[in-house]
């Protein structure tokens, strides 16, 4: 009997981990059919994000769909920049890590910012540059 004692917990753990990835997959499902209708989209834990024509929208990725998706126009951007740990940096000089990692959208209204989290530095500067140039294209 101890031994089936000692043995719970790890069964506990196994069906809890079971559990876990099933939920993880459902989301990358639920977004794999959410983003068909993007031009350009990233997935990751914390946000999901895609681009069609001028138009960014994005959310929080959940097993059903994605939920409070917020969409704006690149045309009502007045810049973009790139956060690590809410400090400003230069997509040419990245910092090796982060706690926290997010694009930053500037509106010319005084208050309205736009903050979407991303998990890796490398995967938002790359997702900066893209989005600086097209900014920059259509500012000009």
Known sequence: ??????????LFAFFWLAWQGSQEY?????????AEQFERAKYDIYAVL??????????????????????FSLLDVQKITLL???KQVEIEKLPEQG????????FPE???????????????AE???????QLQSLQS
């Open 26 to 34: 459902q989301k990358i499902e639920a977004y794999r059919t959410w």
């Open 50 to 71: 895609g681009q069609k024509d001028n138009n960014i929208t994005w959310g929080k990725p959940m097993p059903k769909g994605p939920i409070k998706l917020e969409t």
């Open 127 to 133: 997702w900066g540059k893209y989005l600086q140039g």
């Open 110 to 124: 005084p208050d309205k910012t736009v903050r979407v989290p991303f998990t890796e530095i490398p995967l938002a």
């Open 99 to 106: 706690r926290t990692i997010e694009l930053e959208f500037l």
């Open 1 to 10: 009997m101890e031994r089936g004692l000692l043995w719970l917990p790890l």
């Open 84 to 86: 690590v740990d809410d």
